[in-house]
């Protein structure tokens, strides 16, 4: 293990912390081109702005950027900096577009409840397999793969290798492209997102990745150039395939094979697990224990809840914090310098306010000698290395909805099943 170093604040010193820390863990330079700014400053200042007006009509627009409708608040989302129950409450507008982008604060959440349910189960297609492709690991995809002479297809891979953000449009037609058109692996281009959104998650990533090319639903979206010709106006017109468009027609629709669907799809019972404790927990060696025979004396914050209203942080504002760049998990995923240096930015105020304890390595070797206060994160990476820990204050993660026991094969099963 090795301790770092504070970081300190601003764009440069960030860049620098990743260079000299993290550079032997990423996938390209130790720059970061994004506009977005990682921090809580930075989230709260783009809730504060954020008019919800227009967005059911215009969240799907591509270009020019000032016809953008989205929020661009997914990587403070991503990071739990801004919880989907502080933003659901936030927005106030006319009534079909506070009801368009709540709907969609519940498709976050129905990605981690499923994720939450399923864990790395989700890796494999859900409910159908294009024909063509093997369920194998997702292999190394460079960029220039995604080379293409279509600017719909170029000036997305740019903006997302460059700035780590994509409209949800533009992110459905790569994904198509890629696979429903050009009968690549689902798995291939989801681990390419992966590495370079700032909102990358395994939850909400491999969920539009399967449900955009049928791998989760059976059916697949088509990209064509219509839909370029709607939400990215005045684009063919500078493409030099304008006269013999390649993606004038729909691509044909592949022969998918139906999967077996895992059963946890149909019910789930060890809904409490899935779901983490609803009032702060005493665990020790993995299992809830009787009461709290010594208190926590680090607060351990995660990559799920990087906020300074992080439950477990508030609940003890005396304790030190800690956090662990995991080497080993890093060392596999490769990321974008970018996804780094927006941590790196958020960590730097955080230790701003607060003594921030910073390592590289296990963090289960870590925390090892430490009663860690935590909050509960709803994925299985954490759920491991918690089971490893001696000792821990969980606190409940802030849920938009509880998950529940029943059905979620698809958004609609699941959101019968819960309480908004
Ligand atoms: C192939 C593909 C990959 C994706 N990968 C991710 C990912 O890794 N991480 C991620 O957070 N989202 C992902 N999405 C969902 C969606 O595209 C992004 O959440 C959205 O574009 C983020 O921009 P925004 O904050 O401006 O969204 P807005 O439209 O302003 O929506 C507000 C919030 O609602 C949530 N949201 C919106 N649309 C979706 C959706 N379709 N699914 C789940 N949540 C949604 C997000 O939290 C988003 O920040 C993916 C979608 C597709 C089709």
Known sequence: MTLLPTPELGRPAAESFVADHLGHLICDEPLSRSPFEGGQTAADAALASFDVTGYAADRNQVSPNSARGASRLSPYIRHGLLTLPAVWAHVE??????????????????????????????????RAQPAQH?????????????????????????????????VNQARMWLASHWTVRHQRSWADGEEFFFRHLLDGSRAANRLGWQWTTGAGSHKSYGFSRWQVEKRAPGLCDSCSWEQRCPIASKPREQPVVAVPKPALLASDRTVDQTSGPSSVAAVTYGKAADGHDRGADVVWLTAESLGSRDP??????????????????????????????????????????????????SPVEILADTKPAVTFAPVPGFRSRLAKLPEAEVHPWPWLTEPHSGAIQSFSAWRRGVDR
Not at 103 to 122: I, K, N, P, V
């Open 93 to 126: 507008g006319p009534q079909k577009d506070v009801t368009k982008f709540r709907d969609e604060l519940m498709w976050q959440e129905y990605a981690r409840h499923l994720y939450a349910r399923l864990g790395s189960r989700t890796a494999s297609a859900l």
């Open 312 to 361: 477990a942080l508030v609940a003890n504002p005396d304790l030190p914090l800690l956090f662990v760049f995991d080497e080993p998990l890093l060392r596999r995923l490769r990321l974008s310098a970018k996804r780094l240096v927006f941590l790196v930015e958020t960590l730097a105020e955080l230790a701003a306010d607060r003594e921030l304890q910073l390592y590289r390595g």
């Open 134 to 166: 093997s369920v194998s690991q997702p292999s190394d995809v460079a960029a220039d793969q995604w080379h293409s002479a279509l600017p719909c297809v170029s000036l997305n891979v740019e903006e997302l290798t460059e700035t780590g953000w994509l």
